[in-house]
Each structure stands twice: as structure tokens, then as C-alpha cells.
């Protein structure tokens, strides 16, 4: 099993280099630079957008299904369905944008 697990080790992505003695395997974890710790930073704020993005998707979908089935309503019903929808938005864009900067301070420091 040790053989198999190093194996495994070597051949993932993430550039370690395992040692086995005996039936122990040592895996010496290198320090993070500054410059990864930057790309990483980099890596969540394209994931944050990415998220963002999805989000505004979301919203645009479920307002144009709300537009779809007005009828049998009022305008006023829709405005508020529409402006909850709007609001649940901004809610997880802002969740996105605190996680995102504690995710940051995090990485950076």
C-alpha cells in the first residue's frame, strides 16, 4: 500500500516529493512564498468573480420567469417579488465580497 500511496503522491499535481521508510512515508510540505500566496490571492478574486457572475445569472433568470407568469397579478406584486430577488442577490454578492476579503487578509497577511 505504501508503494501505491506514493505513487500516487508523485504523480498528483501538487509537486511533492514522498519518502518512505519502512512503512512510514514522509512528505516534506516546501513554505509557501510570498509570490504563491499572491497568485493564490489572484486565483480566489477570479473565483470570487466567477461566483458573482453566476449569481447575476441567477437573478436575471428568476426576474424574467417572475415576468413571464404576470399575469393573474399586480404590478405591484411583481415589483416586490422582483426588488426580494434583487435583495437576495446583493445579499450573497456581499457574502462573496467578506469572504473574498477574508481570504485575502488570510494569504496576504
Excluded: C
Excluded at 43 to 52: E, T
Excluded at 69 to 92: C, P, W, Y
Amino acid at each position: 500500500a505504501t508503494a501505491a500511496a506514493t505513487r500516487a503522491l508523485r504523480e498528483s499535481s501538487m509537486n511533492l516529493n514522498p519518502e518512505v521508510d519502512g512503512t512510514i512515508i514522509k512528505v516534506p510540505v516546501p513554505k509557501v512564498t510570498r509570490e504563491h500566496r499572491e497568485n493564490l490571492a489572484k486565483l480566489a478574486k477570479q473565483f470570487s468573480n466567477k461566483a458573482k457572475d453566476s449569481v447575476r445569472r441567477v437573478r436575471s433568470n428568476a426576474v424574467n420567469q417572475v415576468k413571464k407568469v404576470k399575469e393573474g397579478h399586480s404590478e405591484d406584486t411583481i415589483r416586490l417579488i422582483e426588488k426580494q430577488i434583487q435583495q437576495m442577490a446583493d445579499n450573497f454578492a456581499a457574502d462573496i465580497d467578506k469572504q473574498l476579503a477574508s481570504k485575502t487578509k488570510e494569504l496576504l497577511g
